[in-house]
């Protein structure tokens, strides 16, 4: 996610002073980021993918892709989370002389750490749910002409994340109530936010340096390298440039991505079912892939589960409340076929009605809560999906 100087997405970040030699999955891992984000950025847009040395895979995660900001499909990046070691990349698709810095923010939802921070913290959840070692995350970020900046996190702070991730992947495991997950949620949430606001001033500090008349398109010395050098190796996160060895391969246009596992085209498509009259079947992982496509309701239903309605009975309630709103497009998401189903959001307010629409601040489709008490009226979802008057649309949730 790529930003100016004194907007409030900068990021976090520390040094790991001396580059360490590539390694062999590091050398196959940047020459898939690199072969693929060459095509798949050539839109202007950010995406995030992610290479698996134990599947020589590579795995688009993208669920909206923008200029500045991406998301990321949190239900599929966890199943990967049973690998041993994954690397994480993204693309920054600018030419300016902030390209090949990670980005971030003061605030725990945008920024390069901060996505790193929850990926950190969402394998720790995996893990504990699923009784799995945790993953061992490396991130970089690729530019348009093939430069990767490794970044990351020290030791302790990846296990601070990973503590955090742990204990709500314990909640989750032993059924606690929506306070406790909520309160565990803005813990964690507090953590993410706390990196960025740290790296956010020493990034300021540089700057400020640096290039005092605040020029730094024309300071020869700002540079990631130099920004790096700032920092010690005990620090809580860390940059560091490329290594040669791991960036000899330039991508081309003309590569042929069919041996990546996960990808087709430019998206990362995922194939859905459909279960007729307009409703679409969904496991945990397509979830955020259709969700991401536009506005969309989606209800988790199951024949015997607290606060969830059987599917039959929560497939006509949609069809019910979109009878105004014709084009929401609607899905199903069985939890007694998928039990993991029961993970998915798991501090909305109604587990069995989804609301996804695209955030008019961030540009992003998000999930949010009608702000109402009792059950929801066909015109109140014309009005928030659909945006037909009269009323107010809420405000979205974080």
């Not at 300016?96 to 969402?122: H, I, K, Q, W, Y």
Request: charged share 20%.
């Amino acid at each position: 996610m790529h930003i100016l100087l004194f907007r409030a997405t900068v990021l976090a970040a520390v040094l790991l002073a001396q580059p360490l030699s590539a390694s062999a999955n590091e050398i196959d891992a940047d020459r898939s980021a690199k072969t693929y984000f060459a095509e798949a950025c050539a839109d202007g847009n950010e995406r995030v993918g992610v290479y698996a040395p134990a599947t020589r895979s590579f795995t688009d995660i993208t669920t909206s892709a923008r200029a500045g900001t991406f998301a990321w499909n949190h239900a599929r990046f966890e199943e990967l989370c049973a690998l041993p070691e994954l690397y994480v990349y993204h693309c920054h698709t600018t030419a300016d002389v902030l390209t090949r810095f990670p980005s971030g923010g003061e605030g725990a939802f945008s920024g390069d750490f901060a996505s790193a921070a929850e990926m950190e913290f969402s394998c720790a959840k995996a893990a504990t749910l699923y009784d799995q070692p945790v993953a061992s995350l490396i991130y970089g970020v690729v530019t348009p002409q093939g430069e990767i900046t490794r970044y990351g996190f020290t030791a302790p702070a990846s296990e601070r994340l990973r503590a955090a991730g742990r204990t709500f992947g314990r909640l989750l495991k032993s059924g606690a109530s929506r306070g406790d997950l909520e309160r565990a949620q803005a813990e964690a949430r507090n953590i993410f936010g706390e990196l960025n606001g740290e790296y956010f001033a020493r990034f300021i500090r540089f700057a400020l340096k640096t290039c005092p008349d605040g020029a730094i398109e024309r300071c020869n010395d700002f540079t990631i390298a130099r920004f790096a050098g700032t920092w010690s190796p005990d620090d809580r996160m860390f940059v560091r440039v490329g290594d040669a060895a791991a960036t000899e391969t330039k991508p081309t246009a003309a590569n042929n991505y069919s041996s990546f596992e996960g990808l087709s085209a430019f998206a990362g498509a995922i194939r859905i079912a459909q279960v007729g009259g307009g409703i679409t079947e969904l496991t945990p992982e397509t979830l955020g892939s259709f969700v991401a496509e536009g506005k969309a309701m989606v209800s988790i239903c199951a024949d015997a589960a607290d606060g969830l309605r059987p599917c039959r009975e929560a497939t006509a309630r949609m069809i019910r409340l979109t009878e105004s709103c014709p084009r929401v497009r609607l899905a199903v998401l069985d939890q007694d076929k998928h039990p993991k189903a029961r993970f998915a959001y798991p501090t909305a307010k109604d587990r069995s009605l989804l609301l996804f629409k695209t955030n008019p601040q961030s540009g992003l489709n998000e999930q949010f809560d009608l702000t109402i008490m009792g059950e929801p009226t066909p015109q109140m979802i014309a009005m928030v999906l659909c945006d037909q008057p009269p009323f107010k649309l809420p405000s979205f949730s974080q």
